[in-house]
C-alpha cells in the first residue's frame, strides 16, 4: 500500500540486519533487491512481516534469485512506472502521537495544523495519480524549505519520504472569515472558533475529505439552529468527544469500541447512549454516533474549547454530497454557519466520515468512506475491466483490477443532482488514479435506477457488453465475495426496496443462490404499497396496508393511538387506492414491515430521515425476552397472527417489550425457513445481508439462534450490508459469469 512509510521502514529493516540493495515504488507495487547472508535476509522476512507500518497491508511477499552486479549499501530508487497495475493506495490516516508531540516540541511546527509524517495524514484525498510521490498529489504547489527537505531526504526521520511533509514555514494554511473580514494566525483562528462555538454558533470548517458544521453538543439551541438551516429535522447528528475518557461518560464502551475509536481509521461508532447530550443531538434515540479527533486542527480546538463533546456533521444541505469546493463553500455555508475556517490546498477526492458498529463483537461498515477507501477487496476470480455501477440509494461503485474489487468511496442518492454528478465524476477519477478501462459492466436490474441507465449510456457509447443483476442477488454475492464462498448457499436479503424479476419490489428474501444463478425460495407476505416511494416516508402507509390486508374493513383504525393524528379524509383515500389498485405496487420488503410496526406502536408514523422507523424501533428495546409473536412460515412468511397479537399487546405492554417480540419474532422465522431450506437442500450455509441486517438485535438473536442449529453463518463487516455493498456483489457476479463464458 502506497503512502504508508513502507520504503523506509524496509529501508531501516535492511540496515539493520546488514543487507544491501535497493527498494522502489512502482505503480504495481514495492519492489526490493536484497543481499547479503540467507540467515540475515531470513530475519530481515520476519521483520517486514511482523512489523509493518500499522496502516500497510502485505497481501503477499513473491521471492526469487536475480544477478546483480552488487550492491554497496541500501538505497531507494526513484519511483517506476511500468505498466496499467497498480499497487494499493492508503486511506487518509488520523494524525499520530508523534506529530502531535511534535506540536509542542518541534520549533517549526508549534501548533501546525497540517502536521504529518509517514504514519499519518491525507493519502486518498490529495492524490491524483500514482506512483504516490508529491508531485501527484494537491501539495506539489508547496515548495518545501530546507528543514523540510532535510527531513524528507534523511532515512532515519519519521518524515523521511513523507509526501504530504511541510511546517510553518511552508506548507498550507488555515483562514478564518466571518462577517467582520477575515484572519490566517493560527492562534487567532482557533481563539474566534472558541468564542464562536462557546458562545452557540455554528461553525464550518475544512476537513480532510470534505467541510463540517460544528457546535456545541451540549447547547440545545445551537444543535436545534443547525438542523434548522440545514434541513435535517431528525436524523442523529455525529459526536466529536475531547478524548476517549470523555466519550465513556456519555456512551458505554467496550474494548473492541475503544480500539476502533482511537484507530488510524476514526470513524464514527454507534454506541449505546450512557448520559445524555443535547436532547436534539439524537432526538430520542439510544445510541449515539461518536468519534474521536483525528486532525491535528481539532486537537487544537480542544485545547480551548470548553465544551468537550462537538456535533460533527458534513456540511451539505439534505441529501447533497459533503461540500469540498472552497468557492461552493463560501457561497453556500453563509447561510449555515456563523463562520469558516478553510484552507489552501484542494480536496481531489470527496470523503465522508466512515460509519461503523459493532454487531455480535465484530466490526460492521455502514458508511464506507474516509479511512476505508480505496482499500481493497479481494477475491477469488479476475476482474480486471468490470465496472460496476451499484444500486440508486446509498450509492457506490466498484472496479475490477486483477484479482481485486476496489470499491468507490460512499457517494449517496442519485436521485439528487449534485450527488449524480459526484458519481459521474468519480468514476472519471477512479479510472486515472488506477488506470483503468472498462471493458465490462454491471449494473442494476431495476431501469429506471440512473445508475443503471448510466450503464446503458456506457454500454451504448463504448460497445462493450452490459450484465443486470437482481439486486437482492447481488446483496447476497457481496456477503459471499467478502466471505470468500464460492458455492451455493441460504441467502437472507432483508431491506426495503429492489426490482424482482417478477415485476414486483422485493425485499423480504430467502433464496437459495451461488455467484451466478439464484432461486427465490421463500419471501415476506406482500402487500399494497399506497403511493409507491412515499410508503418509505410515511410509514403509516405500510401500516394501514397490513392492517387492511388481514383484516379489511372490520378493523377499527382508530383504535390505534399512532393513527389518531391521520384524517378520516386519508384512511378514506387508501382504501379507495387498495380497493381500486391505484399507484399501489406489491412489495414484500421486510423494510415496510418494520416500518409497519415502528408506526402501529407510535414510535414513528412519519419519517424525517432514510429508515427512522426501523432505528426508532430497535432503539426503544430496553426490555429483554425470549418471547415471540406467531407467524407462518412457508414459500409466503404470513404475518396475519404477528400483527393480531401486537394490537393486542399496544395497550398493556411496553413499546420496548413489544419491540423486542417482534425482532424475535423475525429472528425464529429466520431460523424456521433456513431449517426447512436445509432439509431440502442439505445446504448449510446461510448470508445474512441488506439494510435491515444493520440492526444489531436483530443480527446477534438471528446469529445466536442459527449457530445453536450448527448453521454456518455469515454476514458483512468490512463492505456495507446496505445498498453501498452492492456494487461488491455485481462485480463478482459479472466476474464469475465473464470466467465460466470464457
Not at 49 to 62: D, F, Q, T
Not at 132 to 148: A, H, I, L, P
Not at 180 to 206: N, P, Y
Not at 245 to 265: G, V
Request: net charge negative; aromatic share 10%.
Amino acid at each position: 500500500m502506497q503512502g504508508v512509510g513502507f520504503r523506509p521502514f524496509i529501508y531501516r529493516m535492511a540496515v539493520k540486519h546488514g543487507l544491501s540493495g535497493e527498494v522502489d515504488n512502482r505503480n504495481d507495487g514495492v519492489y526490493l533487491i536484497v543481499q547479503g547472508d540467507s540467515s540475515a535476509i531470513d530475519r530481515f522476512t520476519n521483520d517486514v512481516l511482523h512489523n509493518a507500518p500499522p496502516a500497510s497491508r502485505i497481501k503477499s511477499i513473491e521471492m526469487s534469485p536475480v544477478r546483480t552486479a552488487g550492491y554497496e549499501g541500501f538505497s531507494i530508487a526513484e519511483s517506476k512506472d511500468f505498466n496499467r497495475n497498480v499497487t494499493e493506495i492508503s486511506p487518509d490516516i488520523a494524525v499520530c502521537r508523534e506529530c502531535l508531540d511534535d506540536m509542542e516540541t518541534d520549533p517549526a511546527r508549534i501548533a501546525y495544523p497540517f502536521v504529518n509524517c509517514t504514519h499519518c495524514g491525507p493519502r486518498f484525498t490529495i492524490i491524483e495519480e500514482l506512483p504516490y510521490d508529491r508531485q501527484n498529489t494537491t501539495m506539489r504547489s508547496f515548495e518545501m524549505c530546507s528543514k523540510c527537505k532535510s527531513e524528507y531526504s534523511n532515512i532515519y526521520d519519521r518524515r523521511f519520504h513523507a509526501q504530504p511533509i511541510a511546517c510553518n514555514s511552508c506548507g498550507p494554511v488555515y483562514k478564518y472569515e466571518d462577517y467582520s473580514g477575515f484572519c490566517t494566525d493560527i492562534h487567532d483562528i482557533v481563539e474566534r472558533i472558541t468564542l464562536q462555538i462557546d458562545s452557540g454558533k455554528i461553525v464550518a470548517i475544512k476537513g480532510f475529505g470534505g467541510y463540517h458544521l460544528l457546535c456545541d453538543a451540549f447547547n440545545n439551541n445551537a444543535v436545534l439552529t443547525l438542523r434548522k438551516r440545514k434541513q435535517r429535522d431528525s436524523k442523529p447528528f455525529a459526536v466529536m468527544f475531547r478524548d476517549i475518557e470523555t466519550a465513556s461518560e456519555y456512551c458505554f464502551i467496550d474494548e473492541e469500541d475503544k480500539n476502533e475509536l482511537l484507530s488510524w481509521r476514526r470513524p464514527v461508532v454507534i454506541l449505546r447512549q450512557k448520559n445524555e447530550l443535547a436532547p436534539a443531538v439524537n432526538n430520542g434515540l439510544s445510541t449515539t454516533g461518536a468519534l474521536m479527533p483525528y486532525m491535528p486542527f481539532h486537537y487544537l480546538l480542544f485545547k480551548k474549547l470548553n465544551t468537550r463533546a462537538i456535533v460533527f456533521t458534513s456540511a451539505n444541505m439534505s441529501d447533497e454530497p459533503v461540500i469540498i469546493d472552497d468557492v461552493i463553500a463560501c457561497n453556500e455555508l453563509t447561510r449555515v454557519a456563523d463562520s469558516m475556517v478553510s484552507y489552501n490546498r484542494e480536496i481531489l477526492n470527496r470523503a465522508d466520515d466512515s460509519v461503523v458498529r459493532f454487531i455480535n463483537n465484530r466490526l460492521t461498515v455502514i458508511r464506507r468512506s474516509r479511512g476505508f477507501v480505496p482499500g481493497p477487496v479481494d477475491i477469488r476470480f479476475e476482474a480486471e475491466g468490470i465496472l460496476a455501477l451499484g444500486a440508486e440509494q446509498k450509492n457506490s461503485f466498484c472496479i475490477g483490477k486483477g484479482k481485486q474489487a476496489i470499491l468507490s468511496q460512499y457517494i449517496g442518492d442519485l436521485r439528487n443532482k449534485a450527488t449524480l454528478e459526484f458519481f459521474t465524476g468519480s468514476i472519471e477519477r477512479f479510472g486515472k488514479l488506477f488506470r483503468f478501462k472498462p471493458s465490462y459492466l454491471a449494473c442494476d436490474f431495476h431501469p429506471d435506477y440512473l445508475s443503471s441507465q448510466y450503464a446503458e449510456n456506457l454500454e451504448a457509447r463504448l460497445g462493450i457488453p452490459l450484465l443486470k443483476v437482481q439486486h437482492h442477488h447481488a446483496h447476497i454475492a457481496s456477503c459471499m465475495a467478502e466471505n470468500c464462498i464460492d458455492e451455493e448457499v441460504i441467502g437472507v436479503c432483508f431491506d426495503g426496496t429492489g426490482l424482482g424479476t417478477d415485476g414486483t419490489i422485493w425485499g423480504g428474501e430467502f433464496m437459495i443462490t451461488d455467484l451466478c444463478e439464484f432461486r427465490r425460495y421463500s419471501h415476506f407476505d406482500e402487500i399494497q404499497l399506497p403511493g409507491g416511494d412515499i410508503a418509505a416516508n410515511e410509514p403509516w402507509r405500510s401500516a394501514f396496508s397490513y392492517l387492511w390486508k388481514y383484516f379489511g374493513d372490520d378493523f377499527d383504525y382508530y383504535s390505534i393511538p399512532a393513527f389518531s393524528t391521520i384524517s378520516q379524509e386519508k384512511f378514506l383515500a387508501l382504501r379507495e387506492m387498495l380497493n381500486k389498485k391505484i399507484n399501489t405496487p406489491l412489495s414484500s420488503g421486510a423494510g415496510r414491515l418494520f416500518d409497519a410496526v415502528s408506526a402501529m406502536t407510535g414510535l414513528c408514523t412519519f419519517s424525517s430521515f432514510d429508515s427512522e422507523a426501523p432505528i426508532r424501533l430497535e432503539s426503544a428495546i430496553c426490555d429483554f425476552t425470549d418471547d415471540f409473536y406467531p407467524f407462518q412460515a412457508g414459500k409466503t412468511v404470513m404475518f396475519r397472527d404477528t400483527l393480531k397479537e401486537i394490537l393486542k399487546d399496544i395497550p398493556e405492554r411496553s413499546v420496548s417489550l413489544i419491540s423486542a417480540k417482534f425482532h424475535n419474532t423475525i429472528a425464529r422465522l429466520i431460523l424456521d425457513v433456513a431449517v426447512q431450506i436445509r432439509s431440502e437442500t442439505s445446504v448449510n450455509k446461510i448470508v445474512l445481508t441488506g439494510g435491515v441486517f444493520q440492526n444489531k438485535y436483530l443480527v446477534e438473536k438471528s446469529l445466536y439462534l442459527l449457530r445453536k442449529c450448527e448453521f454456518e453463518t455469515f454476514t458483512n463487516h468490512y463492505v456495507p450490508p446496505n445498498d453501498g455493498g452492492i456494487s461488491l456483489g455485481q462485480l463478482v457476479i459479472a466476474s464469475k459469469k465473464r470466467e465460466i463464458c470464457a
